[in-house]
T-cell receptor
């Protein structure tokens, strides 16, 4: 079945540094990928939708300069949290939309900013 | 605009009993509905989806869901609960023929199965 690999699974960084999270579709091409943020015991909040080769579409209230998304190929999208602060600490999950219409999720990245 | 409501934060069921996790939705046009399960510190695992066809959809791990258009509901069910079913369950929706492919999640329901 379709597999999405998300790395790293957890990361701890110092305040003010940047962190990059990768999302790869391993056995299918994903023209569209999504990035979600999940706070403890809460639902997934869509941050942005990225299409291969074009700029990401951000949801209202999400800072595009803070959360940089790159979708350079049909199998890779990256989320970079720039100048991270403790309030950016969260669980980030990517999802890839395959040509068959199925949504496959990565295993998530736990970001802790200290 | 599309939205999903999961009215129960938590559902508690004894092992072996049937379980139901409720979901109602709002979407323009025909809905594309999903159920996902999440275990602690993990991503989401797909359980089942409804696009068209039979209103009763069967999915992974013995789960099924019934699409009810008149009640705009898509409740998740299982005839006999297992302790291992304890997890966080999310209902999600998108408009089937919308150019926007994003799916919107409900707030989640924590299912707790007691031995």
């Amino acid at each position: 079945g379709a597999v999405v690999s998300q790395h790293p699974s957890w990361v701890i960084c110092k305040s003010g540094t940047s962190v990059k999270i990768e999302c790869r579709s391993l056995d299918f091409q994903a023209t569209t990928m999504f990035w979600y943020r999940q706070f403890p015991k809460q639902s997934l909040m869509l941050m942005a939708t990225s299409n291969e080769g074009s700029k990401a579409t951000y949801e209202q209230g999400v800072e595009k300069d803070k959360f940089l998304i790159n979708h350079a190929s049909l199998t890779l999208s990256t989320l970079t949290v720039t100048s991270a602060h403790p309030e950016d600490s969260s669980f980030y999950i990517c999802s890839a939309l395959g040509t068959g219409g199925g949504y496959t999720f990565g295993s998530g990245t736990r970001l802790t900013v200290v | 605009a599309q939205s999903v409501a999961q009215p129960e934060d938590q559902v508690n069921v004894a092992e072996g009993n049937p379980l139901t996790v409720k979901c109602t939705y709002s979407v323009s046009g025909n809905p594309y509905l999903f159920w996902y399960v999440q275990y602690p510190n993990r991503g989401l695992q797909f359980l089942l989806k409804y696009i068209t066809g039979d209103n009763l959809v069967k999915g992974s791990y013995g789960f099924e869901a019934e699409f009810n258009k008149s009640q705009t509901s898509f409740h998740l069910k299982k005839p006999s609960a297992l302790v291992s079913d304890s997890a966080l369950y999310f209902c999600a929706v998108r408009a089937l023929y919308s150019s926007a492919s994003k799916i919107i999640f409900g707030s989640g329901t924590r299912l707790s199965i007691r031995p």
